[in-house]
């Protein structure tokens, strides 16, 4: 069995730049990942499977198979492959969903892209960038950033990449308040859809300097969040209480970060955070390059 972690994708800064008149939104949006994550385990079989498993996987039990971007993304592929003239064999997929569901940090998105970096592992299909990046851009705008998998910056409605070379790790804490936010009915909320674009990321090399840039960064899609989930007040909150030197939701939301000092510190913090709300989805975590 071949396994692909799906990292959790983290919004540091969300600038909202316009729309289009197809009515997808035009970002600026500087992307890290992270060791926290779900997992993708992919094997051949004698008939296409499809497994949930792990903490979150009771919050998907009611969702049908074939809505599940894990699902989506393997007959996306298949059928990529058939129009080129190759029938690929079938599969067993299994899915350890460790974040939770609808909270602003790409678990589902994460999942399409592990299982189409997966399977084409098991089954020695390499299409090429150009057709992989529209087929994830084709499962949801968050895929091919996902796909891409480091630091970066996501213009256009998310498929135009420029990857970002941090000199350093970040050390943070994930919390979700456990309510689901509809990233669609957040857009919607939007007041101001044309804003400044994201500034040059500054002090890539020095980590007090990056702070003191990602402080004056901004997630525009924070605010009508927390009009909508008062929750998400309470996060930020307990995250500045803890000691994070930035704190911020992440994408739609409604998942919060803080960014600590070090790994020490952002373990205790969310030791404490636990302690004091055991019903949120609390972790420690750090990014990857």
């Known amino acids: 069995m071949l396994r692909i972690d799906a990292p959790a994708k983290i919004n540091l800064a969300l600038h909202i730049t316009g ?9 600026d949006s500087l992307v890290v990942f992270a060791e926290l994550g779900d997992r993708i385990s992919v094997q051949l079989a004698d008939k296409d499977a499809f497994h949930l498993e792990g903490p979150e996987a009771a919050a998907l039990s ?4 074939n809505s599940n971007l894990v ?3 393997r007959d996306a592929l298949r059928d990529t492959a058939r129009r080129s003239g190759i029938e690929l064999p079938q599969v067993d997929i299994r899915l350890d969903k460790r974040l939770p569901v609808a909270s602003g940090i790409g678990g589902g998105s994460a999942d399409a892209a592990a299982t189409i970096k997966a399977l084409c592992l098991l089954w020695d299909y390499q299409p090429g960038p150009n057709v992989l990046g529209k ?38 804490v994930i919390v979700n308040p456990r309510v689901g936010v509809s990233t669609p009915a957040v857009f919607s909320a939007l007041e101001q859809r044309n804003n400044a674009p994201l ?42 209480d803890a000691g994070a030197r930035v704190a911020r939701m992440s994408g739609s939301g409604a998942s919060c970060f803080g960014v600590f000092d070090n790994a020490e510190a952002a373990h205790a913090a969310a030791a404490s ?17």
């Open 135 to 172: 087929l994830a851009l084709d499962l949801g705008a968050d895929v091919p950033m996902c796909l891409e998998g480091r630091a970066l910056i996501a213009r256009g409605i998310g498929e135009i990449l420029s990857p970002v070379d941090l000199g350093f790790d970040l050390d943070l």
């Open 199 to 240: 500034p040059a990321p500054d002090g890539l090399d020095d980590k007090d300097h990056f702070l003191e840039w990602l402080r004056a960064a901004r997630n525009d899609l924070q605010p009508p969040a927390q009009r909508m989930i008062p929750a998400i007040n309470d996060c930020l909150s307990a995250l500045d």
């Open 19 to 27: 729309r289009r008149t197809d009515g997808y939104h035009l970002i």
């Open 62 to 65: 009611a969702e049908a198979a």
């Open 273 to 289: 955070l636990e302690n004091k709300m055991p019903d949120w989805f609390i972790a420690a975590t750090r990014t990857t390059h």
């Open 71 to 73: 699902v989506r993304a």
